[in-house]
């Protein structure tokens, strides 16, 4: 089964630092940032509703960078933190062996490859 993961990195606004990796994947509802310097994942929640938007915002296409404070992606990943900034990077093709093992190969992919 092949899933399709979204990496960002956040930052910090003032001075460009990075403060974390997160790696969001739609088809799993699986959303979670890795913080420098953290062991454990930060885990990040939404409604069905904001999963939809999510995945509407993804499927339009992220340009490389900073990603609008307004989208959908960015609330659900960073919400009103207004000293982060939440940057596109790439989208990742994540082959899992099934649906039961997907969150702890994304968990794996996250501390492994961010």
């Not at 994947?25 to 409604?47: E, F, K, N």
């Not at 509407?56 to 989208?71: K, T």
């Not at 940057?87 to 093992?101: A, C, F, H, K, R």
């Amino acid at each position: 089964m092949r899933l399709h993961g979204v990496s960002l990195l956040l930052t910090d606004l003032a001075t460009g630092r990075p403060l974390g990796q997160t790696l969001v994947c739609t088809q799993t509802r699986y959303a979670a940032v890795r913080w420098i310097g953290v062991d454990q994942l930060d885990r990040r929640h939404g409604s069905q509703a904001m999963w939809k938007s999510v995945g509407q915002n993804i499927e339009s296409g992220l340009a490389p960078g900073p990603v609008a404070r307004v989208s959908p992606l960015a609330q659900l990943v960073i919400g009103d933190r207004a000293d982060v900034v939440l940057q596109y990077l790439m989208m990742l093709p994540i082959d899992v062996p099934n649906s039961g093992e997907a969150i702890g190969v994304l968990d794996a992919y996250l501390r492994q490859n961010h």
